[in-house]
């Protein structure tokens, strides 16, 4: 990694963090059709980013650029419509709880692909770490007591895992050698264009929804998007996808509590040692991190 204060970097993490955690609540108070929410969510995104890099004068994305990253950041925009997709259809079909669960999995399938594909090293710690979140989530999501068919919804929100690692592996492995801007710029834009495609042939409505649907789209894309993604990808450069993986593992803990408040979704007393163990779990990898680069 990079090296920068720790302040500054775990600052930003915990940002990053806190912005994606509102998203499961903000997704289902939009009540519409959840590819709209998809599509809406990267196309205001991709506005604001685009026009934040003009702004900022950055050099045009196409002269960072260097042809072997272009396959790269075209697989990571598909793979961020497919997560962000998935993932929506599946807070529609099971809990908040169960649905933010499953996808925030996806730190085993990034500590895999990190060892496997990026040759970084996996502690021990790492391994307690990965242990602990999933069995502080299990217990979590197992506080939710609602009567409806999870399968459809389970199954969707593992895809999104799945995606959603492809997609920070492949930030890991560009952001060491691109600056930000030009990378969520690029990655944000192709999400984009392959979502407002997926709504031809699924005839998804883009206009004509409530005026407090486009609201929350809004700030799904401006929140959720800009802020939280963009600090979890600036993150990258400088802290092992593994870590920035397991740091979100303390989305369900958010989502949960807000669903309590907003959504009537209550779990029972086991939200405090199921979200215990999830922040200790943050707190390991965090502390393996730094170890790493002390």
């Known amino acids: ?50 026009l934040g890099t003009s702004l900022a004068k950055q050099k045009p994305f196409w002269n960072v650029l260097r042809p072997h990253q272009i396959p790269y950041l075209l697989a990571s925009g598909i793979l961020l419509a497919i997560h962000f997709t998935a993932f929506n259809y599946s807070l529609y079909l099971t809990s908040v709880a169960n649905s933010v669960f499953l996808v925030t999995t996806a730190p085993i399938f990034v500590a895999l692909g990190s060892y496997w594909l990026l040759k970084e090293r996996i502690s021990s710690l790492i391994i307690v770490s990965l242990i602990l979140s999933v069995a502080g989530g299990l217990i979590l999501s197992s506080g939710v007591g609602e009567e409806k068919s999870h399968l459809g919804g389970d199954a969707l929100a593992v895809l999104a895992a799945a995606t959603a690692a492809g997609y920070m592996l492949i930030g890991r492995k560009l952001r060491f050698h691109l600056p930000l801007l030009p ?40 929140i959720c998007q800009v802020i939280g993604h963009s600090a ?36 029972s007393w086991i939200l405090i040692p199921g979200g215990a163990l999830l922040t200790f779990a943050v707190y390991l990898a965090i502390r393996s991190e730094q170890t790493t680069n002390s």
Do not use: H, K
């Not at 970097?9 to 997704?27: H, P, R």
């Open 232 to 267: 979890l990808n600036w993150s990258l450069a400088y802290i092992s996808a593994t870590v920035v993986s397991i740091s979100i593992r303390i989305e369900p803990v958010v989502a949960t509590l807000l669903a309590i408040s907003i959504l009537d979704e209550s779990p």
């Open 1 to 50: 990694s990079q090296s920068l204060p720790d302040n500054t970097t775990y600052t930003v993490l915990m940002i990053g963090v806190a912005a994606v955690s509102v998203s499961a609540i903000l997704i289902r108070l939009a009540d519409t059709d959840p590819l709209a929410i998809a599509t809406y969510r990267m196309c205001v995104a991709t506005l604001v980013i685009a």
């Open 183 to 222: 990378y969520i710029t690029v990655v944000y834009a192709v999400a984009s264009c392959c979502l407002l495609i997926a709504t031809f042939p699924t005839q998804t409505e883009l206009v004509g929804l409530p005026i407090q649907s486009y609201l929350y789209m809004i700030s799904i894309g401006i």
